[in-house]
């Protein structure tokens, strides 16, 4: 054993990767864990610690766990901690499973049904027993399979079952015999012994447990001696030989180490007491009962103070003083209830503990299929929106090609009239020219009716064919420089007769004045304002008033701007427009209010164009890097509050 710890403790010094060094951790607490429990703890929690943090999902740290699980669940057995030992066990079992991982199962399946004979659940006991064999023997593990089938058989000990308890015996011995296990041999002669003893088969008691001593004292194994040298002398006590009773006794007791296995030594020191009372001798056994209750009391052995009690009254009896016979009768009673109900007490409270840890992995068990329930419902969830997703994009892709025809279909529809109209007007020009026609009045009006109409479609025309270039981003722009408030006093006054018809007043503010000099396409950019004051007359009412105004465009963080731009505002005194509109009215097709009111007129009142202006506006203003956009407080037809509109300009093209 010593060699195989110091071979380990080799391996985890040159432990070079994690998972080795976990290996070795869990070796060493498995290999330490009777000797030094303290020292198998510490190792086993530190091999715990390692493998939480590797990758938990990944094997060899998953084996970690489990293994140091495993040990942790034997110590907690140790130190009583039923519930402790218990859960460790079952997760150690748990990840087993999981990591396919079948060593650590017959030991957690062994510290389970030591757990359950501690809480005298008797028949559980048995079970995990029978399966700690079962695993054993799938691995292969015969010694392990025969230890398992000792424990079997020392649950039908507890069980009184003394022919089954025989019949294991008999068959880990075999096993034993079979592997040349010599410490095993031994402790299984005992066992077959101590049961045929039991059965009444004396002499084939006597016989296994000479067997048994013989190799225990070959071993130099006190341990093996000493429980075979008691089980001889109850034999030979049982058969009324209680001087070799006492001889077994005597030297059972020589073999302990009083103060490492105080309860041994008690149980030894209360048998010489009990051969020497058959023999006849109440005062030497008396000495020896005194010897044993002092030491009892001293370790708190409960069980064998009461048994120490009964014993003297015995020895009190024989001797005839029966005041203290009767004294020690009534001090075994009374000690020996409550023993018994500490001891009931306890099992209950260890009952209640596990039934609380069973109670725990059930939950555990719960929660993880909610988790699982959970986690499916999550992936159908994620497809679902994936599915989504992938159907609003095509739609969008769909709309996309849709608006792509409609534009090449106005853009093709613009060509092809923009030819019998160039041919048309050509010859309008002709007829408003022909000396003949100017001479007559009627023919003068009629001709000028043409190329009025013909111009008016040919703008319409341009207007469609900007708009086809802005949606295609083939509008071009040549920028040079220009004073902008020129190029609005330029606009106005081509509005004139507009305004007067309204009654409106146009404002152009002195801070026009101030801006500096921009670089801009001029017409480009002369449609933009023109259409600006133009809709600003159409939707105000006769009478307002119309400004316009600039100043150095303030940056904002928001908004992504050069820094050295200036700032256009056209604001009006008319209906205004819903701040939810305020973006909509920017695309092209987008009118407010009822489209039915479409009117060709220019600057009627709320008279509706084709809902082109704003859109090519802006997609001229975004040609030269500016932003465009409108703001308003409402749309309200008696209480007009107006709108503005807002053009900014870098003053420099790159
Ligand atoms: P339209 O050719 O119909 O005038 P626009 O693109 O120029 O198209 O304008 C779109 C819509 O924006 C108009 O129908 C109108 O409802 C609204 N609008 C434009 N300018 C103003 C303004 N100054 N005041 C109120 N509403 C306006």
Request: glycine content about 6%; some cysteine; hydrophobic content about 40%.
């Amino acid at each position: 054993m010593s060699a195989s710890v110091e071979d380990i403790e080799l391996h985890l010094n040159q432990a070079e990767t994690q998972v080795e060094r976990i290996n070795a951790l869990n070796a060493l607490a498995y290999a330490v864990n009777r000797s030094d429990p303290k020292r198998a703890l510490m190792l086993a929690e530190q091999a715990q610690q390692l493998s939480k943090e590797g990758d938990f999902v990944e094997n060899p740290y998953k084996k970690g766990l489990a293994e140091s699980m495993r040990t942790l669940g034997m110590l907690k057995m140790y130190e009583g901690e039923y519930d402790q030992a218990m859960l460790a066990c079952s997760v150690a079992l748990d990840l087993a499973e999981d990591a396919g991982l079948q060593e650590v199962k017959p030991s957690a399946y062994n510290t389970i049904a030591t757990v359950y004979r501690q809480l005298g659940d008797l028949s559980t006991s048995l079970e995990y027993f029978v399966k700690q064999q079962l695993a054993s023997e799938q691995l292969g593990d015969r010694l392990d399979a025969a230890k398992a089938t000792v424990g079997i058989g020392v649950i039908y000990f507890d069980m009184e079952d003394y022919a089954k308890f025989l019949d294991s015996s008999e068959q880990s011995l075999a096993i034993f015999r079979e592997l040349e296990e010599k410490y095993w041999i031994s402790l299984a002669l005992n066992n077959t012994s101590f049961a045929l003893f039991k059965l009444g088969r004396q002499s084939e008691a006597l016989q296994r447990g000479q067997e048994g001593l013989e190799i225990s004292r070959a071993m130099n194994d006190p341990r093996g001696l000493r429980r075979i040298l008691t089980t001889l002398g109850e034999i030979h006590l049982d058969l009324g030989e209680a001087q070799k009773a006492l001889e077994y006794f005597t030297d059972a007791l020589a073999q302990v180490q009083i103060a490492e296995e105080p309860d041994l030594a008690n149980d030894a020191l209360m048998l010489v007491g009990q051969a020497y009372i058959r023999l006849g001798q109440p005062d030497l056994a008396r000495q020896q009962l005194l010897d044993a209750l002092k030491h009892a009391s001293r370790y708190k052995l409960r069980r064998n103070m009461y048994d120490c009690h009964r014993l003297l009254s015995e020895t009190y009896k024989e001797s005839g003083n029966y005041s203290e016979a009767l004294k020690h009768y009534e001090l075994y009673h009374s000690i020996k209830e409550s023993v018994f109900s500490e001891e009931n007490a306890q099992k209950l409270q260890n009952l209640e503990v596990l039934h609380r840890t069973q109670k725990a992995l059930q939950d555990a068990e719960y929660f993880s299929k909610q988790y699982e329930k959970s986690r499916q419902f999550n992936e159908q969830l994620e497809s679902e929106v994936q599915k989504r997703t992938e159907d609003l994009r095509a739609a969008y892709e769909q709309l996309e090609r849709l608006d792509r025809t409609k534009s090449n279909f106005i853009s093709v529809t613009a060509h092809e009239l923009r030819t019998p109209l160039t041919v048309m007007k050509g010859y309008a020009q002709m007829l408003s020219t022909d000396p003949i026609l100017s001479e007559n009045q009627k023919y003068k009006e009629l001709t000028s009716g043409i190329i009025k109409g013909s111009d008016r479609l040919d703008e319409i025309i341009q207007t469609m064919l900007l708009m086809a270039k802005i949606d295609g981003k083939a509008l071009e722009v040549f920028p040079e420089p220009q004073d902008i408030s020129d190029l609005i006093f330029g606009i106005a006054s081509g509005l004139g007769v507009a305004l007067r018809g309204r009654e409106q007043r146009l404002v152009i503010d002195e801070s026009l004045r101030k801006l500096p000099a921009i670089q801009v396409d001029r017409t480009a950019i002369a449609i933009v304002f023109t259409k600006l004051i133009e809709n600003a007359i159409k939707y105000t009412p006769d009478g307002g008033v119309i400004t316009i105004s600039g100043s150095a465009w303030q940056p904002a963080p928001a908004v992504d701007l050069p820094d050295n731009s200036i700032e256009i505002v056209v604001s009006d005194t008319g209906i205004g427009i819903d701040p939810e509109d305020c973006e909509l009215i920017l695309t092209k097709f987008y009118q407010t209010g009822d489209a039915l009111r479409h009117s060709s007129g220019k600057v009627k009142f709320k008279g509706g164009g084709p809902g082109l202006g704003l859109a090519i506006a802006r997609g001229i203003v975004e040609a030269h890097q500016g932003k465009l956009w409108a703001e308003s407080k409402g749309h309200d037809e008696k209480n007009y509050p107006g709108s503005q509109f807002h053009v900014v300009l870098p003053v420099k093209q790159s």
